[in-house]
């Protein structure tokens, strides 16, 4: 089993790219990883993406990808697991390679929402809850999230301004990202008076519809040094499931994947939560953030929260998070998001994130979250430079 | 690197299982696979499947799966190349094993296209063509076929009826297979009978629409005679790609990528075309069966359709293939055909095929094309006891 690391990161402004289509956005991300990583051609592209098939009515991405870019011996395919894809398809590339098969394999994450109407997208989006059982009773998303954060409010005695500053944290860090969707701050009064979309989740709880791709390139960790000036390691790629529908599961606040996955996560880079310089989570709702703070061994049960009021996730903090934007204010792009993640990831341990720089961050973790939590995929990360 | 072994199968029948959920589909066939292995867990679970977005409304098909069956530590996702997204989903699953991060891991493709009508299947279907330039002129995939059809008769001077001992000898086979969609003989009369679809594919040029599951599960090689007392090696894992659209490959009737995926196994596995004892290839339509042939080395430019003529693809001849009915009489649920192309061949090489059993088989190789021939993985199988 060889070690893996990233040598090389591409990614492309979040946005509603009316006028791009699918292979474009795919191209600019894959391209841009590969030049970043001084190559031009490569063993496998492994695309993540939930929704080609449905929205765009283009499924077979993989040979859509490689035959665009040019990439002829490239073996391909598409990965999926909702809104856990970009992650899913990280960790293919990732045993590609450990296996020996295979030696630069492009991770690519891609999705186009906009092609269609938010309802349709929503109804898209639905089908990574359980269809039968959960989408049949008229159930969306954002409602699932509501009913979670419903009873985490009951549950725990928060009101839903106690959730403002996963909101105003991550749009502070999106402003300085220029692929960012939305790069402009908000303040608490621009949160406490953002429109309810379904009780208690507003529009400032909530991450956007929208488009993006972005992409890595893996390569044996023997090999890196001599082909990048700045490689990063794959210390962890872990994967942890749970029942499908919320009612399914023992104790629906408890995000039982996201614990597991963490879990294994740290013993398979031998560290603790508290090593790591920061945590790129899944903060689709702002629910979710709590939830993956209090999963992945950061706070107390029903305690996530706090970190958020007591301003631990700010890049100043105890669990810097979202230091790009995360999904509310970078976007969420649902099967490229878990390569923003790790694109982002890769910007802190090479000290390239600019004004969100966490100053000399070594260690780094991602939190790709599938369905309302049935598939939580967690990589760690560490600078080899 | 290990090398990797199959030890238990699975398959339920392929049908129109109109009273089926998408789930029941997978249970059956998974347990099937594991019970057939002497398994209780695996450590991971992957899916090949083409449409359930489009046409169940259920994507997360892993996290579906894995909670449906019980199979708590697994992890699970889905893995698309459109008809080759069962292939895709073995080849993931032997790179997991090859890699030595996970041991045993059940490799699944399911199916469930007629929960919707057959035109709305039928467009979902072309989404494994070229959305943008292919399918928005009106193409769909029976369309494709013909023209390839039309121009391969044109350019070599074959006559339709040339064709049908591709559907015949399908027909034969599956009738002796009760897994098979259609278990009844075809005569020369019935096939030049047969409706006209696209012309010049007939009703019996083309393979079905269906619903199906098959089941898979690997271990490395080294373990599996302790586990199975019939294991079957993976001696090659090869995939070929072509530009995604027709009208941009070089020369259309080619099928480059089938001609790259068999000339990658055959030097994986170190043996030549006539090594082999069977060749399970992807005859979606007759012409599709004739390209491959030719791609796969069995015949020249031209001349596959003379291996049907000389009933050379019998279970007697020089390269029986569709030994259990292949996609025309089996049928072709299309995410899960590439693992009924892979429960059968392990059929063979055991000695389980029945009245359809090719005296002595140890070595097999099948084929599984997505789309028109953008994709194309390839597996060759030894056995081992």
């Given at each position: 089993?060889?070690?893996?690391?990233?040598?090389?990161?591409?990614?492309?402004?979040?946005d509603?790219?009316w006028?791009t289509?699918?292979?474009?956005?795919?191209?600019?991300?894959?391209?841009?990883?590969?030049?970043?990583?001084?190559?031009?051609?490569?063993?496998?592209?492994?695309?993540?993406?939930?929704?080609?098939?449905?929205?765009?009515?283009q499924?077979?991405?993989?040979?859509?990808a490689?035959?665009?870019?040019?990439?002829?011996?490239?073996?391909?395919?598409?990965?999926?697991?909702?809104?856990?894809?970009?992650?899913?398809?990280?960790?293919?590339?990732?045993m590609?390679v450990?296996?020996?098969?295979?030696d630069?394999?492009?991770?690519?994450?891609?999705?186009?929402?906009t092609?269609?109407?938010?309802?349709?997208?929503?109804?898209?989006?639905?089908?990574?809850?359980?269809?039968?059982?959960?989408?049949?009773?008229g159930?969306?998303?954002?409602?699932?999230n509501?009913?979670?954060?419903?009873?985490?409010?009951?549950?725990?005695?928060?009101k839903?301004?106690?959730f403002?500053?996963?909101?105003?944290?991550a749009h502070?860090?999106?402003?300085?990202?220029p692929?960012?969707?939305?790069?402009?701050?908000?303040?608490?009064?621009?949160?406490?008076?953002?429109p309810?979309?379904?009780?208690?989740?507003?529009?400032?709880?909530?991450?956007?519809?929208?488009?993006?791709?972005?992409?890595?390139?893996?390569?044996?960790?023997?090999f890196?040094r001599?082909?990048?000036?700045?490689?990063?390691?794959?210390?962890?790629?872990?994967?942890?499931?749970?029942?499908?529908?919320?009612?399914?599961?023992?104790?629906?606040?408890?995000?039982?994947?996201?614990?597991?996955?963490?879990?294994?996560?740290?013993?398979?880079?031998?560290?603790?939560?508290?090593?790591?310089?920061?945590?790129?989570?899944?903060?689709?709702?702002?629910?979710?953030a709590?939830?993956?703070?209090?999963?992945?061994?950061?706070?107390?049960?029903g305690?996530g929260?706090?970190?958020?009021?007591?301003?631990?996730?700010?890049?100043?903090?105890?669990?810097?998070?979202?230091?790009?934007?995360?999904?509310?204010a970078?976007?969420?792009p649902?099967?490229?998001?878990?390569?923003?993640?790790?694109?982002?990831?890769?910007?802190?341990?090479r000290?390239?994130?600019?004004?969100?720089?966490?100053?000399?961050?070594?260690l780094?973790?991602t939190?790709?979250?599938?369905?309302?939590?049935?598939?939580?995929?967690?990589?760690?990360?560490?600078?080899?430079?």
């Amino acid at each position: 089993m060889r070690d893996v690391a990233i040598i090389g990161t591409g990614e492309i402004p979040v946005d509603e790219h009316w006028t791009t289509g699918i292979r474009h956005l795919m191209l600019e991300a894959g391209l841009s990883a590969m030049r970043d990583a001084n190559i031009e051609s490569v063993d496998a592209l492994y695309v993540g993406n939930m929704l080609s098939g449905e929205i765009v009515g283009q499924s077979h991405l993989g040979a859509l990808a490689v035959d665009f870019m040019g990439l002829d011996n490239a073996e391909a395919f598409k990965v999926e697991a909702a809104c856990a894809s970009g992650s899913a398809a990280l960790r293919v590339g990732t045993m590609a390679v450990a296996s020996g098969l295979l030696d630069l394999v492009l991770v690519l994450g891609v999705e186009k929402m906009t092609d269609t109407s938010g309802q349709e997208t929503s109804a898209a989006l639905a089908g990574a809850a359980d269809a039968e059982y959960e989408v049949s009773q008229g159930i969306s998303f954002v409602a699932l999230n509501a009913l979670l954060m419903q009873r985490y409010m009951y549950d725990y005695g928060w009101k839903r301004e106690d959730f403002a500053n996963f909101a105003i944290t991550a749009h502070a860090n999106g402003a300085n990202n220029p692929f960012a969707m939305f790069q402009r701050p908000i303040s608490a009064e621009m949160y406490a008076r953002s429109p309810i979309i379904a009780t208690p989740v507003g529009l400032m709880d909530a991450s956007p519809i929208c488009d993006g791709a972005a992409a890595v390139v893996l390569a044996p960790a023997e090999f890196a040094r001599a082909l990048s000036p700045a490689p990063v390691k794959i210390k962890a790629s872990a994967v942890g499931m749970a029942p499908l529908a919320v009612h399914d599961r023992k104790d629906p606040l408890a995000l039982e994947a996201a614990r597991i996955s963490s879990r294994k996560a740290y013993a398979q880079a031998g560290i603790k939560p508290e090593d790591l310089d920061f945590f790129e989570l899944h903060d689709a709702f702002t629910i979710m953030a709590a939830l993956s703070l209090e999963a992945a061994g950061f706070a107390e049960r029903g305690k996530g929260v706090q970190l958020a009021l007591d301003n631990e996730i700010s890049l100043k903090g105890r669990v810097p998070m979202a230091t790009m934007g995360g999904l509310k204010a970078r976007g969420h792009p649902v099967g490229a998001t878990g390569i923003y993640q790790v694109v982002e990831a890769v910007m802190q341990l090479r000290g390239l994130a600019g004004a969100n720089q966490i100053p000399g961050a070594r260690l780094g973790m991602t939190q790709n979250i599938g369905g309302s939590g049935a598939t939580v995929i967690t990589h760690i990360f560490e600078a080899m430079s």
